[in-house]
């Protein structure tokens, strides 16, 4: 059974920067891309960055130059670096994986505050 596993959200003031971690268990984590999406309060769940099993990335616009997704196969582990945070980053961040079958799977998600 694939499990994800996300951590280190928190309160940060605007300016400030957090780390994001994923763990992933259960699957061959280095052939799945691996993705971080966000979603604040009565909005839809968006894409934040993406990072393919060769190390591909892409970001959305509103978090290009400011956040850097990674990934450690060794450790089964994908980051997400969030510097420069608004108060509009202030959302619950959610881990997804999808694997060479196209399984998708979810994390229970880290909540992220950034305060003006």
């Known amino acids: 059974q694939v499990q994800l596993v996300e951590s280190g959200g928190g309160l940060v003031q605007a300016g400030g920067s957090l780390r994001l971690s994923c763990a992933a268990s259960?699957?061959?984590?280095?052939?799945?891309?691996m993705s971080w999406y966000r979603q604040a309060p009565g909005k839809q769940r968006d894409l934040v960055a993406r990072?393919?099993?060769?190390?591909?990335?892409n970001y959305a616009d509103s978090v290009k130059g400011r956040f850097t997704i990674s990934r450690d196969n060794a450790k089964n582990t994908v980051y997400l670096q969030m510097n420069s945070l608004k108060p509009e980053d202030t959302a619950n961040y959610y881990c997804?994986?999808?694997?060479?079958?196209?399984?998708?799977?979810w994390g229970q998600g880290t909540q992220v505050t950034v305060s003006s």
């Open positions: 997804n994986g999808q694997d060479w079958r196209n399984l998708n799977y």
């Open positions: 259960g699957t061959v984590f280095s052939m799945m891309t």
């Open positions: 990072i393919t099993s060769t190390g591909s990335t």
